[in-house]
């Protein structure tokens, strides 16, 4: 009998798996175009047959591909695509520009989940999007094209994979939370220091602080913080501050989160931090953190650092490096001068805990794993950017039917999930870094929401920071849901005593 390698198995029990996890594949190599719209077959990617979809002007077009739903059974399918760009106009939305999307009509309503694609001029670069599937998909089309921009681009190797791609990392023996109390329950404040709002935190026996190094007025400074000088400038300024800070905590027993809001470079308008495209600034943030490591030295009251604020990648040029990477080398020049100092680290984009799904641990020990929880936006953030006349009252409810889903306590479960798997496939901490509900949210839907959010962190001991204490308002629990009224409440609203309910659990240090 002739015994087969085992190096043979194994490479066809591996091929065989990823054809099983196939649900889509085209090249575009046949003869005939396959899916329904525009576009056409041209040499392309390698000299083979790809499809080219171009506009002249501002608008939509695209080609579609009709996916069985009953293939979309999995709780993750990830999306490929390779991708070339000529002339790619502005996007008028942050959604718009290069379209790899799927779009799903579920019993609720529809979803469009879609793989992020620069504009402007690049050549082939390939594209990878983990999502997450909403329940009961009725049906699926995968649409490729142009969304309300010009310009000319090219698809080849489009594919839909069950599952996301398999990630390395050790697991831990024990979770490393970065202090010694049961648990963190606090708020996220700065950056301006006032002595009587620290007296009425430690007074509501809150023991933590995520101290923001956070500029104002934050758009304009998005410009401003490209110029090195500039930033330096406002560095050492928000630092005084955080000084001040400090002393007061030391003062009031509450440890404090330093966290870097700003990125060096700021942010372009679609949220991508320019580090990520300008080696000099992603130099500079190292330099940061030199500089904020050397100043806290032994200060026992900073538990840990928060490296960055809500990374945002987009398109890494080639010099630069991507976030975990660079979150790493920030975390080693801190460690050089500060051994034993934690960090924190959120994932891109924006934070989210989405960004946990093909996320693997930091090479780093004493490394705490944040995110921010502000899903559904819709209801979080409802009259948040629109003037006071444009929001159409009642408003967004929770719970209820939000943008064609129901929204719960089970789908904030399902929206955290890529973190509370994460934590459990590596047994590491998680931290709420910011979660909020405008507070004129109709009804007591913004305390609902709080209530549910709260009741999933404490089931899974994870540390939270509510945001925000006394910065603008509309967050503030102190307020009442009278949109109209600036005034704090004369009595406590539902939603302060909610914090002041669970920061009544918390041991000092």
Not at 137 to 158: Q, S
Not at 464 to 471: D, G, I, L, M, Q
């Amino acid at each position: 009998m002739r015994c087969i390698p085992i190096w043979i198995l194994l490479l066809c029990t591996s091929l065989l798996w990823a054809q099983d996890r196939t649900i889509f594949f085209c090249d575009f190599d046949k003869d005939t175009l396959p899916g329904s719209g525009e576009g056409q077959i041209v040499k392309g990617y390698k000299d083979t047959q790809s499809l080219q979809i171009e506009r002249s002007d501002p608008g939509s077009t695209n080609r579609r591909y009709t996916i069985d739903p009953a293939l979309l059974s999995d709780p993750t399918v990830t999306m490929k695509a390779t991708v070339k760009a000529e002339g790619i106009s502005k996007r008028p939305n942050p959604w718009n520009g290069i379209k790899v999307m799927l779009m799903l009509e579920t019993e609720g309503g529809y979803h469009w989940p879609q793989i992020q694609i620069p504009g402007g001029d690049f050549d082939w670069r390939d594209f990878a999007e983990t999502i997450r599937l909403p329940a009961h998909i009725k049906r699926a089309t995968l649409v490729v094209g142009l969304e309300e921009v010009r310009g000319r681009v090219w698809f080849d190797n489009l594919e839909i994979h069950r599952g996301r791609p398999s990630r390395s990392g050790k697991r831990y023996p024990a979770i490393f939370s970065g202090h010694d109390l049961p648990r963190l329950r606090g708020v996220m404040y700065g950056p301006t220091f006032k002595e009587e709002d620290f007296r009425d935190l430690a007074g509501w026996n809150a023991n933590q602080i995520r101290w923001q190094l956070n500029w104002v007025p934050m758009k304009a400074a998005e410009e401003w913080a490209r110029d090195m000088d500039a930033y330096d400038k406002w560095l050492d300024g928000a630092l005084l501050e955080c000084d001040k800070a400090l002393a007061a905590c030391e003062k009031y027993r509450i440890k404090v989160l330093v966290d870097l809001h700003c990125p060096p470079g700021g942010r372009a308008e679609d949220g991508v931090c320019r580090m990520f495209q300008e080696k000099r600034y992603q130099d500079h943030l190292l330099q940061i953190w030199d500089k904020v490591a050397t100043r806290y030295k032994g200060r026992s009251v900073v538990y840990a650092y928060d490296l960055l604020n809500e990374a945002v990648e987009g398109t890494v040029s080639p010099d630069c490096l991507h976030w975990r990477d660079l979150a790493t080398e920030a975390a080693r020049v801190i460690r050089r001068i500060d051994p034993d100092k934690p960090v924190v680290f959120e994932p891109s984009p924006w934070g989210s805990a989405d960004g946990f799904d093909t996320l693997s641990p930091l090479d780093l020990d004493r490394v705490i794993y944040s995110f921010h929880m502000y899903q559904p936006h819709q209801f979080t953030h409802q009259g948040v950017y629109e003037d006071k006349q444009a929001l159409a009252y009642p408003g967004v409810a929770y719970p209820g039917v939000i943008n064609g889903q129901m929204w719960d306590k089970e789908q904030l479960r399902r929206a955290m999930m890529p973190a509370i798997e994460f934590q459990k496939e590596f047994n590491v901490q998680i931290y709420v870094g910011e979660f909020s509900a405008i507070r004129w949210a109709p009804g007591r839907s913004a305390y609902l929401y709080l209530r549910d959010c709260i009741e999933l962190f404490e089931e899974y001991g994870w540390d939270w920071s509510y945001h925000a204490f006394r910065e603008w308002d509309g967050w503030s629990v102190e307020h009442t849901g009278d949109r109209s009224n600036r005034r704090p409440s004369a009595e406590p609203t539902e939603r302060q005593q909610l914090l002041v309910s669970y920061f009544t659990k918390n041991q000092r240090p």
